[in-house]
């Protein structure tokens, strides 16, 4: 649900959204404006970044500074604007291939640099806007276009890589904990930090029917059934289950403001 506060956020001009029916993504964009508003943001404030795929949309159902960039090289671009605009929140959202595929080295060196980006990737587990292939977050077993016999890849874990490539803030949820996704967003805007929110959230047209899942509804069903709260009395009875939750959240040297220390330094000739 949006308020009439939070539609300034929507260009509404390009409404109805272009996402198939079920899709999480939209989830993703209403929990994302809710948290612009509920941190008083001004439009001119804020600056989102994409690539291409259907995560990707996002930056064009927003009023608010948006580039829509390269397959994989929305961090590249985001990196640039913070450099030259470190008084911008900059917010990066992406798919799996955006994130970490064609964009994996991307993200590791955003990460290990602790410059202070927002990167929202939303894990629906498939390529949806090409057809449906397997990509690094499918897993193994996984049935999709380009694998029919099933995956055998082992899939990449968003908050361990995250994590060990020097994110100080990272959080997992999905489109089911909405109330969730809306703290964690704002928590990631106001980190000083690269901050990673992984949202795993359903693709019932590609994931959800290779993979004999059902509909949206009873995806997320299985988010609710098989994700458990850090710290929750039930994690230690259900190791297997996916962890959800704040997993770090530290205070570094942020990369802009030590950027700033060196030119500092070469204006005034010392090293």
Not at 25 to 40: C, Q
């Amino acid at each position: 649900m949006t308020t009439q506060t939070t539609r300034k956020y929507l260009r509404e001009r390009f409404m109805p959204h272009i996402w198939c029916a079920g899709c999480g993504h939209g989830t993703v964009l209403n929990a994302l404006i809710r948290a612009f508003e509920a941190l008083g943001m001004s439009r001119n404030e804020i600056v989102m970044v994409s690539g291409i795929g259907c995560s990707s949309r996002i930056t064009g159902y927003v009023d608010v500074h948006t580039l829509h960039t390269l397959h994989g090289r929305a961090l590249a671009f985001a990196t640039g604007v913070k450099l030259s605009k470190p008084e911008l929140n900059v917010i990066v959202p992406m798919g799996d291939g955006d994130a970490l595929a064609i964009g994996g080295n991307h993200f590791i060196h955003a990460a290990r640099r602790n410059i202070a980006l927002t990167a929202l990737v939303m894990n629906n587990r498939i390529y949806g806007m090409t057809g449906g292939q397997y990509s690094p977050l499918s897993g193994y077993g996984i049935s999709a276009t380009t694998a029919p016999y099933t995956s055998i890849d082992p899939d990449f874990d968003v908050v361990a890589l995250s994590m060990a490539a020097g994110a100080t803030f990272v959080a997992r949820t999905t489109t089911y904990h909405v109330n969730e996704m809306f703290d964690f967003f704002q928590k990631a805007i106001l980190h000083e930090g690269f901050a990673v929110v992984e949202v795993l959230t359903q693709c019932p047209t590609y994931f959800g029917r290779k993979n004999k899942m059902g509909n949206a509804a009873d995806m997320l069903t299985y988010y609710k059934e098989n994700t458990v709260a850090l710290g929750a009395r039930s994690e230690k009875e259900h190791p297997h289950m996916i962890k959800r939750g704040i997993f770090i959240q530290e205070e570094k040297p942020e990369y802009c403001s030590q950027y700033d220390k060196v030119m500092e330094r070469a204006q005034k000739g010392r090293p």
